[in-house]
């Protein structure tokens, strides 16, 4: 199974490109993406992106290393914030990029779509040492979404192939502004089972891609002498003028980047629609799925494959069975 994907060198004209980099120091300051909500029913109180994190434990990350707990997840606690949000502008001057035309026309032919809906702009921001665990994205189906239903659940739906009737198609475009030593973006496109490509980071570039299907992730940005030890939850990170990035843990200053040490991204999404009336479906809740009706129709498929004999599984063990029998993540390979 191959995705398509599309390269965009050069994205914007060099003073577009310029002040998306001035943008980000605009911003100014940026928090660690902290934990997302949990919600009631199935696989309450574990982590939202449970898929992810537990095969990351398991697997030591795409290049299969082992390390403490507390390592890996400071590793993978990077810094986000978001930009725009619907009709929501957080930042002056980001419109240009909610609208770039280039982004419109590649989702309508990733996903053969002619409505395109952007929707959202964030920033991604990783210090030395850290990496993104290999994923998916959290797709949206109508009915079901992150602001209602636990993430890993979701993710498990979209790889299942049973909810594709209810699915909202999703087109992502992740650009870079700045040339990065290591941090690539390394994605899957051909599949799990095929050799993943490592996209470097360079100035002035963007993907596009269906990358609520295809897994990815990024590269371990390269270390300096300050380790991601010093990382805690809760921590910020501040542009300080002049190139010069602070690490704070509140008032406390903790370490000092500068610009060629980081990795920084900006991510757009849009909803693709079909046409008007699925966009109404999906506006006024006509024809949503309910999380029963998810979870009762995964058990039957899995007893249809007799991986389900005999009574449904507690909640605690079906959360796992689902994500093993829906979610095959790549191997984890040699460097
Ligand atoms: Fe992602």
């Given at each position: ?180 030593n290591g941090g690539e973006f390394a994605f899957y496109p051909n599949g799990s089972a095929a050799p993943p490509v490592a996209h470097k980071v360079r100035y002035n570039t963007a993907i596009m891609l ?6 990815h992730g990024v590269d371990r940005v390269a270390e300096t002498a300050i380790p991601v030890d010093h990382l805690r939850p809760g921590m910020r990170l501040h542009f300080e003028g002049d190139g010069k990035w602070q690490l704070m843990d509140g008032e406390i200053p903790i370490a000092e980047y500068r610009w060629p040490d980081l990795r ?72």
């Amino acid at each position: 199974m191959s995705h398509k994907y599309v390269a965009f060198s050069p994205l914007l004209a060099p003073a577009g490109a310029e002040a998306m980099v001035r943008l980000c120091e605009r911003f100014g300051s940026y928090g660690m993406y902290s934990e997302e909500p949990t919600f009631e029913g199935i696989g309450q109180g574990l982590p939202a992106r449970w898929d992810a994190a537990r095969n990351f434990v398991r697997s030591g990350g795409r290049f299969g290393r082992s390390e403490s707990l507390d390592r890996l997840a400071a590793r993978t606690n990077y810094f986000r914030e978001t930009y725009a949000y619907g009709e929501e502008i957080y930042i002056d001057g980001i419109q240009p990029f909610l609208d770039h035309e280039g982004f419109v026309e590649a989702a309508r032919q990733l996903h053969g779509r002619p409505l395109i809906e952007p929707a959202i702009v964030f920033a991604n921001l990783l210090v030395p040492g850290q990496e993104l665990a290999i994923h998916t994205d959290v797709p949206e189906f109508r009915g079901v979404s992150r602001k209602t239903h636990a993430q890993w659940l979701i993710v498990a739906m979209r790889h299942s192939g049973l909810f594709e009737e209810w699915r909202m198609p999703i087109a992502t475009g992740v650009a870079w502004f700045h040339d990065c030593n290591g941090g690539e973006f390394a994605f899957y496109p051909n599949g799990s089972a095929a050799p993943p490509v490592a996209h470097k980071v360079r100035y002035n570039t963007a993907i596009m891609l269906d990358t609520d299907s295809v897994f990815h992730g990024v590269d371990r940005v390269a270390e300096t002498a300050i380790p991601v030890d010093h990382l805690r939850p809760g921590m910020r990170l501040h542009f300080e003028g002049d190139g010069k990035w602070q690490l704070m843990d509140g008032e406390i200053p903790i370490a000092e980047y500068r610009w060629p040490d980081l990795r920084f991204s900006i991510s757009w999404k849009a909803y693709c629609f079909a046409d008007e009336g699925e966009k109404r479906a999906w506006r006024e809740h006509s024809d949503d799925l309910s999380v029963e009706f998810v979870v009762n129709r995964l058990v039957d498929d899995m007893r249809a494959r007799g991986r389900i004999t005999g009574d449904r599984p507690p909640d605690h063990e079906l959360v796992d069975t689902i994500i093993d029998e829906y979610i095959h993540f790549p191997a984890a390979a040699a460097r």
